[in-house]
């Protein structure tokens, strides 16, 4: 049976609170915070667990921030796996200024993660990764990590003839070019690193996600545009998908809950098209609240319906 693994190498705890104004020199009250567990996979386990889908969610833990990290993980009764390691979970704060509406987010390095505690992580993915399973590795790596470590990690996908989905950035963008991609979404700013181009226009989008597509041993591009939707390049064809526009009160986990939902899509069988609409859907959604919260189905539902209205329908094939 298909399933999803997701793994996050970077995991952090999120505290997010408010203030009425964001001074200096001066003790701020703020609201009592709410804490939540984050990073990339992680976020993408939480979005699905929300949509009625499913995955295993394995990350790294250490200290007692990865205790809390752990306990806020294991209330939303999502199956996981901790692997254990000796430095301690990063802890990342977002403030609101409620005068302004403007959030304010603090992030701080991860730990360090040793030799050992990667073969740990390459031992047990080995073991649980079956064939047409998704593995989706999701968000920055830790310090001294090798940049090129998600392509080892590829490789047991490719092994076991499971897809391989990335969303990375920071040093680990380039290095994991090497790998056999099944699916990946950078946005405009990671697509112009890969391609090494200062900037990217509208006019230059199409023929750059093409050019990707040549160079990189990638089935499916899906660049995100923010509030302008998505661009889907694969063998079939290039679409643009646009977005809703809505009042956005946080874009934390946005591109997470995007991949959730094209994943959640991709496993009830609906095709490549529409699972990325539905991406975009998702990933709409999950700005309409504050914090960490990402996307909910109801709201997701409403805004797909929105999307399909809006996109130009397109033939294509089904995802091998």
């Known amino acids: 049976m298909q399933k999803t693994i997701t793994l996050t190498m970077n995991p952090v705890v999120d505290k997010d609170t408010?203030?009425?104004?964001?001074?200096?020199?001066?003790?701020?009250?703020?609201?009592?915070?709410?804490?939540?567990?984050?990073?990339?996979?992680?976020?993408?386990?939480?979005?699905?667990?929300?949509?009625?889908?499913?995955?295993?969610?394995?990350?790294?833990?250490?200290?007692?921030?990865?205790?809390?990290?752990?306990?806020?993980?294991?209330?939303?009764?999502?199956?996981?796996?901790?692997?254990?390691?000796?430095?301690?979970?990063?802890?990342?704060?977002?403030?609101?200024?409620?005068?302004?509406?403007?959030?304010?987010?603090?992030?701080?390095?991860?730990?360090?993660?040793?030799?050992?505690?990667?073969?740990?992580?390459?031992?047990?993915?080995?073991?649980?990764?079956?064939?047409?399973?998704?593995?989706?590795?999701?968000?920055?790596?830790?310090?001294?990590?090798?940049?090129d470590f998600y392509v080892e990690i590829s490789k047991i996908a490719d092994n076991k003839k499971a897809k391989f989905i990335l969303d990375t950035s920071g040093v680990a963008l380039l290095p994991s070019m090497k790998a056999n991609i099944y699916l990946?979404?950078?946005?405009?700013?990671?697509?112009?690193?890969?391609?090494?181009?200062?900037?990217?226009?509208v006019i230059e989008l199409e023929t750059l996600a093409k050019k990707f597509l040549e160079t990189y041993k990638c089935k499916v591009l899906v660049v995100s545009l923010g509030a302008k939707g998505a661009l889907l390049a694969h063998e079939s064809g290039i679409e643009h998908i646009p977005a809703p526009t809505v009042h956005q009160k946080s874009t934390i986990g946005a591109g997470d809950s995007m991949v959730a939902g094209i994943i959640y899509s991709l496993q009830t069988n609906k095709s490549l098209s529409e699972a990325i609409k539905y991406g975009v859907a998702c990933g709409t959604a999950a700005t309409l609240h504050p914090g960490t919260q990402l996307c909910n189905k109801e709201d997701a539902d409403k805004l797909y319906e929105w999307v399909l209205k809006n996109t130009v329908e397109k033939k294509e094939k089904k995802p091998n």
């Open 184 to 201: 990946m979404k950078p946005n405009l700013g990671e697509l112009s690193t890969i391609m090494d181009v200062p900037s990217i226009s």
């Open 18 to 147: 408010s203030v009425a104004g964001i001074v200096p020199n001066k003790k701020l009250r703020c609201a009592a915070p709410m804490y939540y567990a984050g990073g990339g996979g992680i976020n993408v386990s939480r979005a699905l667990k929300k949509l009625g889908g499913s995955s295993l969610c394995v990350f790294l833990a250490g200290g007692p921030t990865g205790t809390h990290l752990r306990q806020l993980i294991s209330q939303e009764e999502m199956a996981h796996k901790a692997i254990e390691i000796e430095g301690w979970t990063r802890e990342n704060l977002s403030v609101t200024d409620t005068n302004t509406q403007l959030q304010y987010r603090f992030g701080v390095p991860g730990p360090k993660v040793d030799k050992d505690e990667l073969n740990s992580i390459l031992a047990y993915l080995e073991e649980k990764v079956n064939y047409n399973d998704f593995l989706v590795v999701s968000g920055k790596l830790p310090l001294e990590v090798p940049p």
